[in-house]
Nanobody, 124 residues
Framework: QVQLEESGGGLVQAGGSLRLSCVASGRTFRDYAMAWFRQAPGKEREFVAAINWSGLYTIYVDSLKGRFTISRDNAKNTVYLQMNSLKPEDTAVYYC?????????????????WGQGIQVTVSS
């Protein structure tokens, strides 16, 4: 198993930026594809982005590509989500997730390991 802990959330003004971090412990970090999801109040959890074990392959939900960037640093056991040009509709709890796989990520994957989530609030 792998334990995940998110950080870097908080309150930001519309148009600003945040970088979320997710630090993993447990099994070797490089064994896992990583992903970010988010869930706004009253809405379903939605996929944001995913990255394969090496960082070579990344996928994004089409509506967010260009504003959000997922990356990872295996030496630090950390995956990041850089969020730019934030909008109030980006307000949500953001979750880090992991799936032990060396395959290119797919939006249809289910992720067995999850962090507790971290709040991101974008003010207008």
């Amino acid at each position: 198993q792998v334990q995940l802990e998110e950080s870097g959330g908080g309150l930001v003004q519309a148009g600003g930026s945040l970088r979320l971090s997710c630090v993993a412990s447990g099994r070797t970090f490089r064994d896992y594809a990583m992903a970010w999801f988010r869930q706004a109040p009253g809405k379903e959890r939605e996929f944001v982005a995913a990255i394969n074990w090496s960082g070579l392959y990344t996928i994004y939900v089409d509506s967010l590509k260009g504003r959000f960037t997922i990356s990872r640093d295996n030496a630090k056991n950390t995956v990041y989500l850089q969020m730019n040009s934030l909008k109030p509709e980006d307000t949500a709890v953001y979750y880090c997730a992991a799936y032990r796989s060396f395959a290119p990520p797919d939006i249809k994957w289910t992720y067995p390991y999850w962090g507790q989530g971290i709040q991101v609030t974008v003010s207008s």
